[in-house]
């Protein structure tokens, strides 16, 4: 492992500036991916700046009813914090399905966010890898990507973002602030990850250096009744090969409002728009439902090994939808 410098940042301003003097720092939530990262030799940065000192570790209710989360909020804080729990469950049922509780116990909202692929060629240094090493190549195309995307993917990588919790958020049109040495911004969290194209060593729409402050959700009444079911390949400390996020109203017999995002498709969480088009003021039913994952996933570019998510996505996605559609009519 390269050698490092370690600074605990005690104000925001203090933690941007150190990375804007220094292309080679990087901020440190929970540790839980850059610290791994780091002894595979991934990660090679000269400095650290530990952000989990930073005024940043609340959850507060915003004027509209929405919740304004600190950047530095552990995973498991967020999970169990009340008004998550009642008003946007398929949060907390996204966080408490990642990891495991240690880890949990560590990770960062900001760290979740911008965890990195699990793309075994990505962490492996002897291998070619277009996002790790621009220009080299894209091995997991021919090679082995029984994980990897069905969705909005491109020949030069064909990578999953791993995020858990990035899923539930991204159904709640969560809003990610930011602060730069160029002032502060923020973006909503469906424009954050950038699309994949020729350039997937370019993962965010964040500013260099950037610091996340906050992540904001809206108030969402149709969140207050939500889910979020994740399949993977044993029942815990494994990630997705594929999830959902969903949350939905029916008013005699129809969808009047719905939410869906999927996870473990794409380069980034994908929010489902196109089977949204279909749900709303739809019947609240098995075609209904089917009909709308079809229109999402006619996207869909499947390679040899990864045919399997696209079934998998349309049952999960009206399993879910039926779940949730008969609790409302309860
Ligand atoms: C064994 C294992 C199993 C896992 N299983 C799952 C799973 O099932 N589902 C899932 O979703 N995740 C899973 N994870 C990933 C885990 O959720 C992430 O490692 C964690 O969320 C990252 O948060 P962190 O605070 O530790 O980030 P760090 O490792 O500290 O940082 C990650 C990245 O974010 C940057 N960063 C951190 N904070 C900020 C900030 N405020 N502003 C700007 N940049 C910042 C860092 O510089 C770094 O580049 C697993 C991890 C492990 C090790
Ligand atoms: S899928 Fe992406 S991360 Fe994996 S080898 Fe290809 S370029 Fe690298």
Redesign the pocket.
Known sequence: MREFGYQRAHDINGAVSLLAADPDA????????????MKTGV?RPALLVD?RELP?DRVEPTADGGLRIG??VT?SDLAVHPEVRRNYPALTQ?LL????GQ??N???????????TRCGYFTDLSQPCNKRAPGTGCPAVTGEHHNHAVLGASDHCVAVH?????VALTAFDAVVS?ESAEGPGEVPLSDFYLPVGDTPHRETA?PAG????HVTLPAAPVAARSRYR?V?ERAS????IGSVAAALTVEDGRVREARLALGAVASRPWRARAAEAVLVGAPADGATFAAAADAELAAARPLPHNGYKVTLMRNLVVSVLTELAGEDAR
């Open positions: 990087r901020y440190l939530g929970g540790g839980t991916n850059l610290v791994d990262l990660e952000v940043l950047a530095t995973n996204a399905a990642g990891a495991s880890l949990r560590m990770a960062t909202v900001g760290g979740n966010l911008l965890q990195r791993p995020s858990d919790m990035g930011y964040l950037a610091l996340i402050t994740k993977r400390y494994a990630f997705a």
